[in-house]
């Protein structure tokens, strides 16, 4: 009497990608999120750096327009704002995906 082999667990393979959300950023492919997560991050970096540059000229009586200092912090912690919702949102769906029983 020959037992047939029975296998319960069936081995993983990668995940397929999910609708053509790739682009081509020159050094290889990223997914759409990566991208958009990236771009909100160098807009923080942009944001920060024109700050520091327009108190610099306020430090220095170099800047004329003295309203543009507000204006930039303002801009630079909307960015952060953002930053931080995307990256909530982010975790809030990871943790969404490890409740799901399969």
């Known amino acids: 009497m020959e037992f047939e082999a029975v296998q319960f667990i069936t081995p993983m393979r990668p995940w397929e990608m999910v609708g053509n959300n790739t ?6 492919e990223a997914s759409l999120f990566g991208s958009i997560f990236q771009n909100v991050i160098d807009q ?15 430090a220095t009586g170099q800047l004329d327009d003295v309203h543009s200092l507000p204006i930039a ?12 919702s995307l ?7 990871y943790n969404e995906l490890m ?3 399969m």
């Open 99 to 101: 409740k799901i029983n």
């Open 44 to 58: 923080v970096y942009t944001t920060q750096a024109e700050v520091e540059n327009k108190q610099y000229l306020l």
């Open 23 to 28: 682009q081509d950023q020159g050094n290889g």
């Open 73 to 84: 912090e303002a801009k630079a912690a909307l960015s952060v704002d953002i930053l931080i």
């Open 87 to 93: 990256r909530n949102k982010a975790l809030e769906s």
